[in-house]
T-cell receptor, first 116, second 110 residues
Framework: DAGVTQSPTHLIKTRGQQVTLRCSPK?????VSWYQQALGQGPQFIFQYYEEEERQRGNFPDRFSGHQFPNYSSELNVNALLLGDSALYLC???????????????FGPGTRLTVT | AQRVTQPEKLLSVFKGAPVELKCNYSYSGSPELFWYVQYSRQRLQLLLRHISRESIKGFTADLNKGETSFHLKKPFAQEEDSAMYYCALSGGGSNYKLTFGKGTLLTVNP
């Protein structure tokens, strides 16, 4: 099991463009969470997907949207990119049933997004 | 609102010395607390969670609800403990948001 995988590894975009990041969860996991990690900061929760629905959302604008597919993989979309969106985007997977298990999250290596 | 504070950005100790990484939290309900660790060139991984009450790699953490703290401790630090440590909080129940602190970079010197 490769664990959580993310693509691409790095991405450079221009302000105003749109970007899509992808995540495949660890085998057996059905829940995917997305985080933004700016330099020198801890990961910040963007949203969590479970059963193809957004289950909870953090304090991020509507420019950030996501999707979960029937195979549990997920996409993060960011529209109208701003310079401040430059960060490491982390995907984490977990088992969705009950808080006792979902809190143990397995992280991917991240996608480094640079907006110029 | 849920908040996690790690007051030390950097912590440096010598091998064999005790180490304590501080974590304070703010949450009105009964939170679940976690410590995540990131070793150099590795991905973020769970170190321990308060409900399991386990000792992982010699580290322990006790949830002190009175002081709203969840400090991470190890009696004798090893060089391989050098890493970035993040304290994280979940509200539990239907609150699935995991809130992280800014992290503490621990360096264990030989």
């Amino acid at each position: 099991d490769a664990g959580v995988t993310q693509s691409p590894t790095h991405l450079i975009k221009t302000r105003g463009q749109q970007v899509t990041l992808r995540c495949s969860p660890k085998s057996g996991h059905d829940t995917v969470s997305w985080y933004q990690q700016a330099l020198g900061q801890g990961p910040q929760f963007i949203f969590q997907y479970y059963e193809e629905e957004e289950r909870q959302r953090g304090n991020f604008p509507d420019r950030f949207s996501g999707h979960q597919f029937p195979n549990y993989s997920s996409e993060l979309n960011v529209n109208a990119l701003l310079l401040g969106d430059s960060a490491l985007y982390l995907c984490a997977s977990s088992s969705g049933g009950g808080t006792a298990s979902w809190g143990e999250q397995y992280f991917g290596p991240g996608t480094r997004l640079t907006v110029t | 609102a849920q908040r996690v504070t790690q007051p030390e950005k950097l912590l440096s100790v010598f091998k064999g010395a005790p180490v304590e990484l501080k974590c304070n939290y703010s949450y009105s309900g009964s939170p679940e607390l976690f410590w995540y660790v990131q070793y150099s060139r590795q991905r973020l991984q769970l170190l321990l969670r308060h409900i399991s009450r386990e000792s992982i790699k010699g580290f322990t953490a006790d949830l002190n609800k009175g002081e709203t703290s969840f400090h991470l401790k190890k009696p004798f630090a090893q060089e391989e403990d050098s890493a970035m440590y993040y304290c994280a909080l979940s509200g539990g129940g239907s609150n699935y948001k995991l809130t992280f602190g800014k992290g503490t970079l621990l360096t264990v010197n030989p």
